[in-house]
């Protein structure tokens, strides 16, 4: 509960900021992106434009080589399927972007192990992109 509220309260001190905020979930509770396969939905909220906001996600592996997940929006907007085959011991890299947002591009790193996506393993970084530290310390 107490990790709740604080998530609740950076993503509403961060809404009236002005701020982009990105958010991941588990697909199972997105019939929408159940239905794709996806392994994680990101909702992206902006004060300015959501509806131009976007979403890029990235498999680093253990060697820290990167890539591409398959990115889709969904039918409400800001909100998107990341789809792809997601390996143990492997981060996924969400990030956020708008271009009202010019150099601000939120992450969002989580941890994959040989039971799927670890979702107490999520790391946000909101004011800087994540070091190969930052994901080593997942891996």
Known sequence: MKRFLVLATLWTVGAYAGTLVVQVSNPETNAEAK???????????????????????????PDM?????????????????????VPPSSVIDVVGNNPEYRDFHPHVLI?????????????RFFSKPPTDADVRALL
């Open 65 to 85: 080589q990167r890539v591409a997940l398959r990115v889709m929006p969904l039918k409400q907007p800001g909100t998107f399927a990341i789809i792809g085959a």
């Open 35 to 61: 239905s794709l396969n996806a392994v994680v939905v990101a909702d992206v909220t902006a004060c300015h434009e959501p509806a131009k906001s976007t979403v890029t996600a990235y498999l680093i592996q």
């Open 111 to 123: 941890r994959s192990d040989e039971h799927g996506v670890r979702w107490t393993t999520v790391k």
